[in-house]
């Protein structure tokens, strides 16, 4: 299995460098010479201050209005006043780069050689020089157990060096011979990168925070004003840690600069006193812990066998590192995850939830990371409580929603922009199915019952009473598709509409989910009653003339026929509402979107190449899931395979950029592939593509928790298993006749139903079923 990234030079870009991280504090590792540094992150160092955020109030007079012209077909004019009324005056805040750290070696100090790895099994990156003079060995990781960055330095024979660091931000530097300290201060407000403005980044009241360094080495260290200068050693350790003054979105910011320090140096305190080996084995331990569950290997004959293997791991290895629980304040995975060195990076390396966070965490529960889900979890339960606002003054309704752009301050009214992507309720929605998912792969009724179920409750009263009865039909209006526009009769492109396809799928999904939560839960009759009864009155599938699905309500003609998102398919692909078992008869709609978006498509974006990996996957078409897949990482990925966003061409400072949701999405799209879960059913090698002739995976996940393990020859199951989560009953699927052993040995053979060969398994925690071809009765060992 390939866990290893290797280069033999030194990365002179963000996107040749090594990314390591902890869930909170990340660092991109460059592995020059002789300037060796990292770009550092810390996930609560954000533009703005708690209190700034405004709502959009918008009064019933002009929602009324804008209902009154969607009814008679005037969609500009209901655009217009959506744009003027319900659209916000400020843009989320950005995510920013902390700043660098150097580690300058004399320029005389010649190297013959360079090589640097990255390594998935550990967590760790190693840089190897070969100079003159000797070899030195530099290796680095961001540890969840002790919360530093750890830089280990080996030299052959003694070297000289001097420890420094910068910010794009306000800063100043103080050392001594063994501490260094940047004092940063972030602006009170930056304007995105694509707005065109005189002043974009404003320095007021912003948050605070320190990079401090702390040194230990054989040799001798003095400070020379901003730089600590380090001469004769062969050992040299480097602790660092950035603590910022963030104490959560609406609390008030801490501005003591002793405060930060002291709590900086308390975190390196407990770090230093571990031998640096015994630091990399509680790193590598509390990694592993989450790394090795699950396992995944193809035949060395398969044709860049290792490159497919690696992709998988590495969307796993960049979860751990963005999104793990290892703080208070501990953030979800952004639109770069932890990475970015930006001031003003594109989109404000925010929480975009018209798709990018969501995709961030599909694979979470399939590939064993629920874990990782903690940090999303309580920033939804954060805007539950903020999107109350935005229902009330915005939508005049009860419950909670939350727009398209989330930032650190739990931003959830519209923003500043066009109403295509500003305008846009149904964010929150979308991110509150997720907690019922984590319930489904976790097992946890506490879980259930004191987090998820009163956010997934007061997300359905909104869905309840954003719907609007007009002649005996219910309609949700205003409504957009995300980012997607249609001509309207008379020739205006427009963007607001009523009861659009994904919101429709959207609420249907919530509403669901909570009815069957709430039934767990003995929730009252009335509220189930309600929910049943909405639930009815949502506007079903429509297809058009081309036989596809409808993005929305009516046939309109399509601005961009090929445009990058694929709204109204979300009920097919995260969820189930339609599939072979619920909607079979919609499928060739599904298909017919997808060939009609694809076709003559030029752009390739990394998260729309994952998200038609997972498409294809769902439909069992294994060669066309394959080929997005390579599409991926030929087109859409940088040299250290994190995934690329070229620029759309919608705003003059747009650039090409990372953006880590498509690695997340290719993840979960390759587990999509060779087993697919949802509750009561797990399929096993629903998209093998035929060049994937031989391998195996281990450790994947489906709903109850239970655990799959398959391995395949010539395209075919060789042997399989599953471990019970939970007692439940099981539909396990496979296209070929297979049979079931049990614990002792007794024999279940598989049935035809609809084209697939069923079995029904009586699941328990912990119980084994073991899974074989019906052509073969072999022995094989299963843990």
């Not at 080495?217 to 003095?222: A, H, K, P, Q, V």
């Not at 994952?610 to 991926?632: M, P, Q, S, V």
């Amino acid at each position: 299995m390939n866990e290893k990234l290797v280069y033999e030079e030194g990365a002179s870009k963000f996107s040749e460098a090594l990314p390591v991280g902890n869930g909170s504090l990340g660092a991109m590792v460059y592995g020059n010479f002789p300037c060796f540094y990292y770009s550092l992150n810390e996930d609560t160092l954000w533009s703005g201050r708690p209190g700034q955020k405004k709502q959009v109030e918008v009064r019933e007079e002009e929602r009324k209005k804008v209902r009154a012209h969607l009814s008679a077909g005037n969609y500009k004019e209901a655009q217009d006043i959506v744009q003027t009324y319900m659209t916000g005056e400020q843009y989320s805040e950005s995510y920013l780069g902390a700043g660098y750290l150097y580690l300058k070696f004399p320029d005389t100090l010649n190297k013959n050689k360079i090589v640097r790895e990255l390594n998935l099994d550990t967590a760790c990156a190693e840089t190897g020089i070969d100079t003159e003079e000797g070899h030195i060995k530099i290796e680095s990781f961001v540890s969840g157990k002790d919360k530093v960055l750890f830089t280990h330095i080996l030299a052959e024979k003694p070297v000289s060096l001097d420890i420094t660091a910068e910010s794009s931000l306000r800063f100043y530097i103080r050392a001594d011979k063994e501490e260094l300290e940047l004092c940063g201060e972030a602006p009170s407000h930056v304007e995105p990168n694509y707005v065109e403005c005189p002043k974009p980044i404003i320095y007021g009241k912003g948050m605070r925070f320190s990079i401090l360094t702390k040194i230990q080495c054989d040799g001798e260290s003095t400070a020379h004003e901003d730089e600590i200068h380090i001469s004769e050693a062969t050992e040299i350790s480097v602790y660092t840690v950035i603590t910022t003054g963030f104490r959560g979105y609406e609390s008030s910011l801490e501005h003591s600069r002793e405060k930060l320090r002291n709590q900086g140096r308390k975190i390196i305190q407990s770090a230093i006193k571990y031998q640096s080996e015994e630091l990399k084995k509680r790193h590598v331990r509390c990694y592993k812990r989450l790394f090795d569950r699950v396992s995944f290997h193809l035949a060395s004959s398969v044709k860049n066998a290792s490159l497919y293997e690696f992709l998988f791991q590495y969307g796993r290895y960049l979860m751990i590192s963005s999104s793990s629980p290892c703080s208070t304040y501990s953030q979800p995975a952004n639109l770069q995850g932890i990475w970015c060195e930006d001031v003003r990076s594109v989109w404000s390396s925010n929480f975009t939830v018209n798709i990018n966070t969501e995709m961030n965490y599909w694979l979470t529960g399939p590939c064993a990371l629920s874990e990782c889900d903690r940090p999303l979890i309580q920033m939804i339960q954060d805007i539950s409580v903020e999107g109350e606002k935005t229902a009330r003054e915005t939508w005049g309704c009860k419950g909670w929603a939350a727009c398209h752009n989330i930032d650190l301050w739990r931003q959830t009214a519209p923003v500043k922009g066009k109403a295509k992507w500003s305008y846009w309720p149904m964010g929150g929605i979308w991110l509150a199915t997720h907690l019922y998912q984590h319930y489904l792969y976790t097992n946890d009724a506490d879980f259930l019952e004191k987090q998820a179920y009163p956010v997934m409750k007061k997300a359905s009263e909104f869905c309840m009473d954003f719907m609007y009865e007009e002649n005996g039909i219910w309609f949700t209006m205003p409504d957009t598709s995300p980012e997607n526009t249609f001509i309207d009769e008379k020739g205006n492109e427009c963007c607001i509409s009523k009861s659009v396809t994904m919101d429709q799928a959207l609420m249907r999904e919530i509403m669901t989910d909570t009815l069957e939560a709430g039934k767990l839960l003995a929730e009252t009759p009335d509220f189930l009653n309600n929910l049943e009864s909405a639930l009815g009155r949502l506007k079903e599938y429509q297809t058009g003339t081309e036989g596809q699905l409808l993005e929305w309500a009516e046939e309109y003609r399509e601005t961009d026929i090929h445009h990058r998102h694929f709204a109204h398919l979300v009920g097919f692909h995260p969820f189930h509402q339609i599939d072979s078992d619920t909607r079979p008869e919609l499928i060739p709609a599904v298909k017919q979107v997808l060939r009609k978006r694809t076709e003559g498509m030029k752009m390739k974006i990394g998260w729309n190449e994952g998200w038609l990996t997972n498409f294809y996957a769902r439909l069992k078409d294994g060669e066309r899931a394959k080929e997005h897949l390579d599409i991926f990482w030929k087109n859409c990925a940088y040299s250290n395979f994190l995934g690329l966003h070229p620029p759309l061409g919608e705003s003059p400072g747009e650039k090409e950029i990372f953006q880590i949701d498509g690695n997340f999405g290719i993840t979960a799209g390759i587990g999509e592939m060779l087993m697919q879960g949802k509750k009561g059913q797990i399929i096993i090698l629903p998209a093998l593509p035929d060049s994937w002739n031989e391998g195996e995976i281990k450790g994947m996940r489906a709903p109850g928790n239970h655990k799959v393990y398959i391995s395949w020859k010539n395209c075919q199951l060789k042997e399989g298993g599953v471990t019970g989560g939970k007692r439940e009953k099981i539909m396990l699927i496979y296209q070929w006749p297979f049979l079931v052993l049990d614990e002792t040995g007794k024999e279940k053979r598989a049935v035809l139903e609809n084209g697939e060969y069923c079995a029904v398994m009586e699941l328990e925690k912990e119980k084994q079923f073991r899974i074989f071809p019906v052509r073969e009765r072999q022995e094989a060992a299963y843990d």
